[in-house]
């Protein structure tokens, strides 16, 4: 039983079920777009996430989906509480990134900070990325889609598009979700390195990795490096938890959902975290092709898309900071004349193989995580055969280690994509029962 | 005469005089420790700095200095205003670097929000140490203290000593000190690269030099990537002025004083500006002394000086980091075996030597901007014959450049030393009118 006392809920704040939310609708001006009799709207609570509820209604004229923020942790209960006001940072997240990506989010049709609940738009008939790549679905637009969102998203709510008192603002604006960022800083940067009761992984298998891992001091120095860079470098407004279970999408509409994580971050986190599980379904398909070989044609779809994400976003976030490189970063009034065009030119290469770089760390972490921490996925989760499971973790850990220890080796995306495919040719050294 | 109502200040806030500074300062309760009458106190206004009213009011018992925010620039007049909240963000800082650095900075004994006004410790017999220099005087114990007070207050603001979430509240307490540091943004790292109005050098003698660096693409791209850092990179509570102007002592006593301009910022951007301010004094000794070499004494005093306070500051801020390295970043518990603690030791070597790049660069910065930008300062200034300050000036510059530019090809503080002492010895190739 929840202790809403204990949880310092706000006055006015309540955990709404079906009827409560019902009746919530039928007195606000979108019942219009719903219209008909309030009783005739089906409504169902639908969310499978860890932290929120989600319901659908729909009436017989359209539909929305309602997201609505618990006071603790939904995945473990109330002993694991957590701050409504993620409902306000993901709303002020949505309404920045539909600015500069209009279309690659859902609409918001209502916020209610009291309730720390949003009425958005229904996707239908879009699935979760992360399910549509377990059943081998290729996604053409899904690349130049995401990069888009990423590119606009990174680039103009930097220092390189704002200046330094606007850039300021936004850090500040987003300076109180640190409950979020907690989750990040504990689950992803530290937990997976230590003994900690919340890691759990396919266990024997991956008893002797996990052990590795642990004592692995070179990597864990460039984890830590990683998790203060984290904390400390505000390069733009993040999305925070850009994984393929944050992305709905048909074959040509991409929605990308769920910022509620959102903060002034590294840029590398968001790049890393899509590529990481974009290479984590990529090592999971052994797990869900009918016969070998059966998904070798998605295989090279996903490296694709790995390779596509990264070299489109580039591209992008140069295209934008060329066009719109009015912030305090690199002011453009020293950099008029041809050979400070020119110069400028190699700086933005620098500045995006650097970010390459953080690319490769932050996905690295992010795969790791998933493997011998709290938070698992369902690529590999639904792996029943705990060898084969295992055999598609090992892997992933075996990519991971490389890229955050031996990040400089890596020169281009073409590089990891070629060392995903070397990786999962091999046998991995683990034992069963 | 200004218009405070073009200027926008709060309800109560006025332009003390002196009579008006006796009247509030006989209504509160450090009256007692003025004692006596207070018409037979002496109060006089001496301040020469560019933003604020400095009043020193003695009594036979004891005296304060009070400092007062005006509305605008004080040097240009109202045309420039500048927020009030300044002495918010000062007096707070000062709070903060009273903890940690106990006896480096003057006693608070009143604040006054409205007024934007703050009563402290007078310091007596303490001088400017920039005079001092200008004058020939050593500091012995000065490296030393000042080593202490960077150290102490750069580490313990940081996320190496806080958690993420108190590291994160500490940015939003001083994000909004934005008119300030737009005053460094456009003043250091801006204007003194470009023709702007603001800008002033020793003429025609600089003539050359000032036009090579406004060309000079490589420098161009490397002081705008500093600047970027200056905005983008929260690592600690920076003084964010600390220059030699900033420091009032005696042989045995040391304290900083002014921290207006504080915010989170880079921590190289404190070290660079102290080491800036001693090598351009060292330039300008030339100019200072009686005859050719009856400063060379000093001068060893000074290039001794700069390099102890760089390698005092290292040892301690890596001492803080060993004692109290209890915050979020490089987390202990990661790094508690042997092997863990090695890998922590080389990996605060590089985050040091990370640092004194970033020092050397930000050094860099503050010396070109006080010989090409808007603010000189009196070690140059005093020069009255011109071809020697331009000496003095053209060396600097050409230290500055290849500090900036050339970076990575300093190992130590002792090739920066060793540097120094090789420019200075140089004709510059300067033409006069």
Redesign the interface.
Known sequence: MVNETKLQTPPGYRILDIDGLRALLAGLPLREKLGGDPKEWTIEEVGDGNLNLVFIVRSSATGFAVKQALPYVRLVGDSWPLPLSRAHYEHMALSIQAKHAAGLVPAIHHYDKTLALIVMELLDPHIIMRRGMISGIPYPKFADDISTFMAANLFHT???AHS??D???L??DF??N?AL??IT?DLIF?EP??MAENNRWTSPWLDGQAASIR?D??L??AV??L??KF?????AMIHGDLHTGSVMLTADDTRVIDPEFAFMGPMGFDVGALIANLLLNYFSQIGHEGHVGARDEYRVWILDAVEQVWMLFRRKFIAQWEAHGTG????A???EDP??K???A??RDAYMDRLFRDTLGFAAAKMIRRILGLAHNIDLEWITDEQTRATAEARSLLLARDLMVNTESYGSIGTVAEAARRINALVPDIKGP
Do not use: N, Q, W
């Open positions: 930097s220092a390189l330094a008192h850039f300021k603002g850090i500040a300076s109180g640190t960022c907690r800083e530290t390195y230590m004592a001091v070179d864990k120095c830590s490096k998790k203060l904390i400390g470098s505000p390069e305090d970063g690199y002011p009034v020293l950099f050979a400070g020119a110069i400028l190699r700086e």
